[in-house]
């Protein structure tokens, strides 16, 4: 603080600590939220359904406390992950437009610097969270049915408030890990599948469908996985969980392949050509040659 006061720079000092403390705090918020909330459902809708003459764990004196030091432990643990991106979010709050866009999204260059990262670990943190939120909540379920597990005649899909919890959790789950290939498909920019750095005619032709043909089944099954929350029904997400692994082999991987070695290796100027040129012009953009 001295030194920056002496400069005259004491708003980059406190710019720089707010965000990183704001940061933090507001992360450990969410976090908590989520992992807390969840977990207090869970038990208190465990206990509720306990079988009678069953051992109530879950209501010795102390699992509410253990319950909320794991939740605090753990989101402080979260919220530290993702605050040191405090200048990530920072250049968000303060991007500008570039005046250009690229030529195959029409997306402005500052979308691929300041917000398309800041999506990127929101979606990846948040899916995290969810997850472990999932986990807990699981664990919670299990140990109210110990007996029965110790018997070997738990079935926890026979479990209605069980299943309707993961359910709605393994959705949200779903639903943000389909997110993440809107996101793909932009980075697509960064490819270095071709004879240069960027997207190639494999990637445009092949890689891009084959992105949306898995974010639309993933979709789709968390559409499936979200029906679970009112009535058993594994078979259809059997499917579209098929759906999608095949979209990601076939498409995802052995169509690109075959494009590349048969189509674009014996045709490589005519098919790269234009994919060379916008790299050859960003280039001299960026350089300012």
């Known amino acids: ?4 006061n002496e400069l005259n ?33 869970a038990r208190r809708r465990a206990i509720k359904a306990t079988p009678p003459f069953y051992p109530r764990f879950l209501q010795i004196r ?3 406390w253990l319950i909320t030091g794991a939740a605090l432990f753990l989101a402080f643990a979260f919220a530290s992950s993702i605050a040191v991106r405090w200048d990530e979010f ?24 300041f917000e398309l990262p800041v999506y990127e670990a929101l979606q990846q ?13 699981l664990a919670i379920y299990a140990v109210n049915n110990v007996v029965e597990i110790q018997r ?3 079935r926890p899909q026979e479990s209605a408030i069980l299943r309707q919890h993961v359910a709605l959790l393994a959705a949200l789950i779903l ?10 498909v932009f980075k697509l920019n960064y490819s270095g599948r071709g004879v240069v750095f960027g997207a190639s005619y494999t990637d445009m032709n092949a890689s891009l469908y084959a992105l949306y043909a898995q974010m639309v089944f993933m979709v789709l099954a968390a559409l499936v996985v979200l ?15 098929g759906l999608w692994l095949a979209a990601t082999i076939l498409l995802g991987g052995v169509y690109p392949a075959i494009l590349q070695r048969y189509d674009v290796q014996p045709n490589e100027l005519v098919r790269e050509s234009p994919f060379i040129q916008y790299n050859m012009d960003f280039t001299r953009m960026a350089f300012n040659l």
């Open 1 to 4: 603080w001295l030194w920056f």
């Open 152 to 154: 070997g005649k738990w």
């Open 175 to 184: 639903l943000l890990w389909s997110v993440g290939y809107v996101f793909e």
């Open 227 to 241: 029906f679970n929350v009112f009535r058993l029904s594994l078979r259809p997400l059997l499917l579209s969980a």
């Open 62 to 64: 102390g699992a509410q």
């Open 90 to 113: 920072l250049l968000y709050l303060n991007r500008v437009p570039f005046g250009t866009a690229d030529p195959l999204f029409g997306r402005d260059v500052s979308f691929y610097l």
């Open 9 to 41: 720079y004491q708003n980059v000092w406190l710019t720089r600590w707010s965000y990183q403390l704001g940061s933090f705090v507001a992360f450990f918020l969410i976090a908590l939220l989520v992992l807390w909330g969840n977990w207090t459902v």
């Open 125 to 137: 943190w948040t899916i995290s969270l969810l997850l472990l939120a999932l986990l807990g909540a």
